[in-house]
């Protein structure tokens, strides 16, 4: 299995960025992103789970709600991260993370319960 991450960059405040995360591999129910920013403990961001057949619930960090979405596309085994009204807060490594098994929805927001893991994609937000 690899998850490789892209699209994080240097931008403005108010700007946009896209990410994307390929999974490759197998097949996930669970797909997110986290973000670590400088001294900071990894922290949840976004995550679309599959609730049953093709249908997907999104959930989303308080920080983030309204501004970030979290889509997927499953012919092409991604997951995207729209960030739009960037800050300066946003600033961090984002990971992408995905899992096979059935999470209960409190275990999406941690770390510990995702097993597979994207090395990381910077992003920067200038003030």
């Known amino acids: 299995v690899q998850l490789q991450a892209s699209g994080g960059g240097l931008v403005q405040a108010g700007d946009s960025l896209q990410l994307s995360c390929v999974a490759s591999?197998?097949?996930?129910?669970?797909m997110g992103w986290f973000r670590q920013a400088p001294g900071k403990e990894r922290e949840f961001v976004a995550a679309i789970r599959r609730t049953m057949g093709t249908s997907y619930s999104k959930y989303y960090a308080q920080s983030v709600k309204g501004r970030f979405t979290i889509s997927r596309d499953n012919a092409k085994d991604t997951v995207y991260l729209q960030m739009n009204s960037l800050k300066p807060g946003d600033t961090a490594i984002y990971y992408c993370a995905a899992e096979k098994s059935s999470l209960i929805m409190s275990s999406l927001f941690t770390p510990e319960s995702w097993t597979y893991w994207g090395p990381g994609t910077l992003v920067t937000v200038s003030s």
């Open positions: 591999g197998d097949s996930f129910r669970n």
